[in-house]
Structures are given as structure tokens and as C-alpha cells.
């Protein structure tokens, strides 16, 4: 199965926040299930200013997020997450979903970006705690659980 997860699931594995018990059991199920996540250059980078951006608002030491940081790639050099580059059709793709969505939803650029990523990939399961970005996902067809219902919070 191919399962591309955006930057606020994987920061859930990683630092400690209201999400990382849903992230957790489904990041889990996955790896029972031998699965590996895709990851795109936008969410690889994304994932990387999160954990930085939180040592500036103070949400955590540069030493906690060295670690993390570590941590993370040390997890895409061993393929638990395989990194997969943006499809050349990825900015017009994006596009397309902003002028048809985005009046109605209200997303954010790089989360059009990560759902056009998805979609461009043939994913078959998107994750992801952005509830606009889940909504466009949706609206799209992608399969992606609302991972803020209480089963899985």
C-alpha cells in the first residue's frame, strides 16, 4: 500500500503533542502491516522547519530537537520512510485543486502542495492532523482518516 503521511503526523511520532497518541497506534499498525511511508521533498522540508520552528517558540530545547532531527532522518536513511521527489506535474496539479477547492476550504498553499503530492503518487492512505488539508483530501478522494475522531485521539 502506498501511504504518504504530510509533516504533522510524522512531528506526532517524533515530539510529544495532543496528536502523538493517534499517531502512534497508527504509525504502529503500519509498521505491523511492513509498511514504509512515502515522503515528499515538501514534507521532508516541512518536518525540518517544524522541529526547528518549535526551538523558537520555545516549545523545546535545540537539544531535544537535534535528536528529533536525528532521529527522523536516521529513520529515512533506513527506509521507514522513503523519500520520494516531487512529480514534475506537482505545481500544476496543485494548482488545479486551488482553483477548484480552495474558495471552499480555505487551504493553505503547502497543504494543496502535500495533497497534490499525494495524489500524484497514487496513494491509497494520506495522514494528517491539518483538518483543512484532511478536508481537500477528501474532497479529492484520497483515503484519509479523520484522525481527530475519538478513535483516534
Known amino acids: 500500500m502506498r501511504v504518504y503521511a504530510d509533516s504533522s503526523f510524522i512531528v506526532s511520532i517524533y515530539v510529544q503533542r495532543v496528536q502523538t497518541e493517534a499517531a502512534l497506534r497508527q504509525w504502529e499498525a503500519l509498521n505491523a502491516a511492513g509498511e514504509s511511508v ?3 521533498d515538501l514534507a521532508f522540508l516541512e518536518v525540518t522547519n517544524a522541529v526547528q520552528l518549535g526551538v523558537f517558540r520555545g516549545s ?3 537539544k531535544l530537537a537535534l535528536e528529533v532531527l536525528n532521529n527522523f532522518n536516521s529513520d529515512v536513511r533506513a527506509g521507514i520512510f522513503r523519500l520520494i521527489p516531487a512529480p514534475p506535474l506537482l505545481w500544476k496539479k496543485a494548482a488545479e485543486l486551488s482553483t477548484l477547492h480552495g474558495a471552499n476550504l480555505g487551504c493553505r498553499s503547502l497543504a494543496v502542495l502535500q495533497v497534490a503530492n499525494a495524489l500524484l503518487l497514487n496513494s491509497e492512505l494520506f495522514l494528517t ?3 483543512r488539508q484532511w478536508a481537500l483530501a477528501i474532497a479529492v478522494g ?3 482518516p479523520d484522525l481527530s475522531l475519538p478513535a483516534y485521539s
Request: charged letters at 10%; glycine letters at 8%.
Open 38 to 40: 512515502c515522503l515528499g
Open 60 to 62: 523545546f530545547s535545540a
Open 129 to 131: 492532523f491539518d483538518q
Open 142 to 144: 484520497l483515503n484519509a
